[in-house]
């Protein structure tokens, strides 16, 4: 959960850091940027979401995607709607 108003950023108050967590179709990718909480460590943390992002192709957005076909190692199928 984001404490930071900012899709997979997540500040640590504890340890002082950043942390910055991507997933992508069954990758996730985190780093840590260590920074006082403030305007400038909250850049450096975007800044480096948006190049993890981009190393695993992922489509640029704040909203929260689906990345279909792959979750858990096993292939993603939509379940049959009950019939009434």
């Known amino acids: 959960m984001s404490n930071t108003g900012h899709k997979g ?4 108050p504890d340890q002082g ?3 910055v967590t991507v997933g ?4 996730i990718l985190t780093r840590y940027v260590r920074a006082p909480a403030g305007r400038k ?6 800044r480096l979401r948006n190049a993890a992002e981009r190393a ?3 489509p640029r957005s704040e909203d929260v995607i689906r990345s279909f ?3 858990q190692g ?6 049959a709607k009950k019939k009434k």
């Open 74 to 79: 096993t292939k993603w199928r939509r379940r």
């Open 69 to 71: 076909g792959v979750g």
């Open 17 to 19: 850091v950043y942390k």
């Open 41 to 46: 460590g909250l850049a450096r943390a975007i």
């Open 9 to 12: 950023i997540t500040y640590l």
């Open 24 to 27: 992508w179709r069954g990758k």
């Open 56 to 58: 695993l192709n992922k």
